[in-house]
């Protein structure tokens, strides 16, 4: 039997009683199943419950942080990362007793030290943390320490550099010392630096044989401020060219443009045959403003480093100029479905559609002209947009099979309109439409934005079966704040009449919605819980997440 939806709102209701009384004695079956409404509705099997668990113990008033506390303890991954979002969103206020109960996990030696180091990053605490660096040099765990060198530098907590730099001289465990180099170029400070540029400068004279050379000079090009700029100009010279041209192109980020010059030369394939060194002087030579040097790179062997010729001229300084434009709208109209996708964008970022046309042109011969294929999967992208463009999907629709089909509905959801929601709702709703098609559908119209938020409550009230809900709540949980899917999903998981497929969804869907705004929802859900399976399943919840 053919999926089917039926809307109950739009029919009389003595008509609509008796027409759920045939849908509940099983005749009809549900879209993306082959279940009956009535198998639906009422489901054990579908609240998963595991082991036995004690009784819940409701939170005690006041007591919601001391329980995400022991979740930092307890919890499963998932768990885990629920407790910590939750606590950092506190910010500076919770900083004081998570640096208690720190304290105590050191104390124990416990490597659950780890979570609460991890914590104070969500907080994105501004106060000086002593305790980190003692951590850092006496804790026996080499995972706790390597978490609080993490920690120090997330923090940017620049008070502990001197004890950074000095633990970075005799730290013996290959796993917090690999996390010193990053940490101390993160801190950034002038010790930091000194610190790095030592590295460096072994590095150099070792033949590039120290171990932390390539790591301290990466760290050491991602600090700001005089004291870096100063330390790179000192080790250039010491450096093999493939070190030289990032060190260069730093530079020049740094406000030396008088070097794009030199930076041209490493643009040549067969004198620097590294393309990481090649797309590392594009970057700089158009940070320099130097994009008569950008295009000697257009011709490149590597697509990466053309890739990153066309990307520079999306800088001010090129579009103001209207720099290259030729050169953009040749590329545009090129084979190389990455390379005119690149320049498609940067001509749209300039407000010319134009060269879109043929690309549009090739999308009318879908799936049957050659690269048609590719000039649709082109428009994936939704930073490349036509106003014919739905327009047109929707003419091929008819000559293209399931899985074409599914590809048109992901294009059009990157480019939702009116008009492309409602022909996925359309869809969505046709009987005859391939089952597959009906669900993929349902998923384009949730990556369509709160535009299409009307049709899949129009969806929910075709009584869809339980993969199509399960798609279909999946979607309406992108939008969770949306007042109408709130309400929606809030007494979906609460009531008791809700189908048993659905109920379990929402419910599981609660915490990662709405944080700790879903526990008082989940405690009315365990109260109002007509079965016990349903009861120990919102239980199996809370004992998960509070």
Not at 86 to 109: D, F, H, S, T, Y
Request: charged content about 25%; hydrophobic content about 45%; proline content about 6%.
């Amino acid at each position: 039997m053919k999926p089917a939806f039926y809307s109950m709102s739009s029919l009389p209701r003595c008509f609509a009683l008796l027409l759920q009384a045939v849908l509940l004695g099983g005749i009809l079956a549900a879209c993306g199943g082959g279940e009956s409404q009535a198998e639906v509705l009422r489901d054990d099997t579908r609240f998963q419950v595991g082991a036995v668990r004690e009784p819940y113990r409701p939170i005690p008033e006041g007591g919601m942080e001391q329980r995400l506390i022991e979740k930092l303890r307890t919890g499963s991954k998932e768990a885990l990362r629920f407790a910590k979002e939750a606590l950092g969103a506190r910010g500076e206020a919770i900083v004081p007793l998570l640096v208690e109960e720190l304290e105590k996990e050191v104390q124990l030696g416990s490597t659950t030290a780890t979570n609460f180091l991890s914590t104070l990053v969500f907080t994105k605490t501004e106060q000086p943390l002593p305790i980190l660096a003692e951590i850092m040099t006496s804790h026996p765990i080499p995972l706790v320490r390597s978490q609080a060198i993490d920690t120090i530098g997330q923090l940017r907590q620049r008070s502990l550099e001197p004890a950074v730099v000095a633990h970075a001289e005799i730290e013996a465990e290959a796993g917090p010392a690999s996390r010193l180099v990053p940490c101390l170029g993160a801190l950034g400070g002038e010790q930091a630096v000194a610190f790095l540029g030592g590295l460096v400068r072994r590095w150099a004279e070792s033949s590039l044989r120290e171990p932390r050379g390539q790591v301290a000079w990466e760290a050491l090009l991602a600090v700001e401020g005089d004291a870096a700029r100063r330390e790179i100009n000192l080790l250039l010279d010491a450096l093999p060219p493939s070190q030289r041209a990032p060190g260069i192109t730093r530079l020049i980020h740094l406000g030396q443009t008088e070097l794009a010059a030199e930076v041209r030369e490493f643009l040549d394939p067969e004198l620097y045959i590294s393309a990481g060194v090649r797309r590392k002087a594009v970057e700089g030579l158009a940070v320099a403003g130097d994009f008569e040097g950008v295009l000697l790179a257009k011709d490149d062997p590597d697509v990466r480093v053309r890739l990153a010729a066309v990307d520079a001229m999306r800088l001010p300084q090129a579009i103001e100029t209207d720099f290259a434009r030729a050169w953009l709208e040749e590329v545009a109209r090129g084979d190389d479905e990455d390379m005119a996708r690149a320049a498609l964008a940067v001509l749209a970022e300039r407000g010319d559609t134009t060269a879109l046309e043929p690309w549009l042109a090739l999308v009318r011969g879908f799936p049957t002209q050659p690269r048609s294929s590719g000039a649709t999967r082109m428009f994936l992208h939704g930073n490349l947009g036509h106003p014919a463009l739905v327009s047109i999907l929707i003419q091929r629709w008819p000559v293209c099979d399931a899985d074409q089909r599914i590809d048109l509905g992901r294009v059009m959801a990157a480019h939702a309109d009116e008009q492309a929601v409602d022909f996925l709702l359309s869809v969505v709703l046709d009987e005859e439409a391939d089952p597959d098609v009906r669900l993929y559908s349902i998923t384009s119209l949730g990556n369509s934005g709160e535009l299409a938020i009307d049709a899949l409550f129009e969806i929910w009230e075709a009584q869809p079966g339980p993969d199509a809900t399960e798609r279909l709540i999946n979607a309406m949980l992108r939008y969770p704040e949306h007042p109408r899917v709130r309400a929606f999903l809030t007494d979906l998981a609460i009531e008791p009449s809700s189908p048993d497929h659905a109920r379990a969804q929402a419910l599981a869907g609660l915490p990662k919605a709405y944080g700790e705004e879903a526990y008082p929802l989940l405690m009315q859900a365990r109260e109002r819980a007509e079965r016990d399976v349903v009861r120990r399943y919102v239980e199996e919840i809370l004992h998960e997440y509070f």
